[in-house]
């Protein structure tokens, strides 16, 4: 089992900065960790990923230099850092997980949190 808490969704304005996080428990010693997103009437859509036993980050082309993924074992928490924000950043931040090897924004993820609204305003 895994369970996925986010937070740190806030209202920010155009150009600003905003740091939010999933608190991880599980007894998976390694994980495929993913941030994706939703805004109303549109679908989902996968913005970044890192396996938490090391290796290479996978970043959708429309966040590729403003965003970062970045894990802290000691904490259990995985984080994605989103900086230059746009409005049309605005969505629902979601925390995914999957029990794989393979770690691509294209993995399946099997485990959900409930999300963290992030609000950009021009």
């Known amino acids: 089992q895994v369970h996925l808490v986010e937070s740190g969704g806030d209202s920010v304005q155009a150009g600003g900065s905003l740091k939010v996080s999933c608190a991880v428990s599980?007894?998976?010693?390694?994980?495929?960790m993913g941030w994706f997103r939703q805004a109303p009437g549109k679908e989902r859509e996968g913005v970044a990923s890192?396996?938490?036993?090391?290796?290479?980050?996978d970043y959708a082309d429309s966040v590729k230099g403003r965003f970062t993924i970045a894990q802290d074992n000691a904490q259990n928490t995985v984080y994605l850092q989103m900086n230059s924000l746009k409005p049309e950043d605005t969505a629902r931040y979601y925390c995914?997980?999957?029990?794989?090897?393979?770690?691509?924004?294209?993995?399946?993820?099997?485990?959900w949190g409930q999300g963290t609204q992030v609000t950009v305003s021009s």
């Open positions: 599980t007894y998976y010693s390694r994980l495929c």
């Open positions: 890192i396996p938490t036993g090391g290796g290479g980050t």
């Open positions: 995914a997980a999957a029990p794989s090897a393979s770690c691509r924004l294209n993995t399946n993820f099997g485990y």
